[in-house]
C-alpha cells in the first residue's frame, strides 16, 4: 500500500528561445532564477536520463527532468551542506554537513507520484559521521558507501559504531588528523573499486593546501599510491571512460583527459566557472561551474581566462560533448545561488522528485508491503 501524501509538486519552465540566452526563466528561490536552453528537454529525452545537482551554499538537492507536456522540471529539497552525490537505480546517496543521506523510490513499477514524477526519492537513512567536510560518495562493488573524508585527508566508510572507518590515506599523509591538509575532495569508481582520487596538494601540514592553489594539484592512483600527474590547478571529480581519467582542472576552468600512464593531460574544453562536478553520460560530461569565491578562488588562472573571453563566470550545469569539447546544452542560476558542487545522471528516469527531511509531506509519506496472503 502506497499512501502518496501531500508530495510536493515540481516548478517548470519552457525551453529558452535561443541556445545561449533569452530562456523563460523559473523562480526557485527568493533571488533566484533558473533558466535553461533551448535544446535541453530535447537532450534529455533524446539520452533518456534527468539528473540531481546540488548546492551546498544554500543546502539544497536539485532535480531536474521532463513534465509529460515536454517542459523541463525541477524540483528542489533543502538537506543541509548539499554535497556529493551517488545515483544507483531507485536509490541516491547524498553527503551532507554531518551525515550521509540515503534516498528510496517509495514507487513500485508503473506508479506515478503527483501523476507525473516517475521516480520519488524518500529519505530512509541518515549515518551520522559528523563534520568531516564530506565531498565526493560512491559505493563499492559490496554496496559499501564510501566517501571523501576531505577534513581528515582520507577515504572512509560508514561505522556502526564510530564516526567513520578509514580505508585510505595517500602516502605523504603522515598520519589522520582533522587539519584539511592536502584537500582531498573527488574519487574516481572501477569495478566496483574506488581508483584514482584528486587532491589541490600533496601538503601535510594544516590547511597547506591554501598555498598551493595555483599549481600542484594530484591525480593519484589509490591502489599504488602513484601520483599519475601533479600538474594540475585545484583539480576535482575525477571520473573514467574509454581507458582515460577525465578530470576537472578547476582552477583553470578546464575539463582535461590525463592519460592513466603517462600523466599527459589534454584539454577538452574550457568552461566558464569554476569547476566541480561531473558526470559522464553517453559521451557527454554534465560539469557544474560555479562563481569564483573571494578568497579561496581569487587569483587563479581562471580570472585571466574569463578575462581574456571578456566573459562572466556562470553558475548552473553545462552539457559538454566530449568529443568535440563543445558546450551543446545547459542550465543557468542567477540570483541568489552562486555556488554548486556535485551532479548526478540518473538514466532511465525521466522526471524524478523527491521529498525534504523537514517538510509536512515526510510525516504523510507512508509506505509499505502488504502482509502475505494467509
Known sequence: MTDQGAAPTAGSAAEGAAPVAGAVAAAVQTGTQLTVSRGMADWLRRHHTSFAFTSYQTGQLFLVGLLANGTVSFNQQNFVRAMGLCYQPGRLYLGALSQVWRLENMLRPGERANGQFDLALVPRNAQTVGDVDIHEVGTDA???VIFVNTKYSCLATLDLVHSFRPIWKPPFISRLAPEDRCHLNGVAFDGGKPRYVTAVSRSDIVTGWRERRHEGGVLIEVESGRIVTDQLSMPHSPRLHDGAAYVLDSGRGEIVRVDLESGEK???????????GMSIHNGHALVTVSKPRNGTFAGLALDDALRGRDAEPWCGVLVVDL????IVEWLKLEGFITELFDVAVMPGV????????DTAEIRSTITFNPLPQQ
Open 142 to 144: 559490496d554496496g559499501r
Open 266 to 276: 589534454t584539454t577538452i574544453a574550457f568552461c566558464p566557472g569554476f569547476l566541480r
Open 350 to 357: 525521466t522526471c524524478p522528485m523527491a521529498i525534504g527531511p
Open 323 to 326: 568529443a568535440s569539447g563543445d
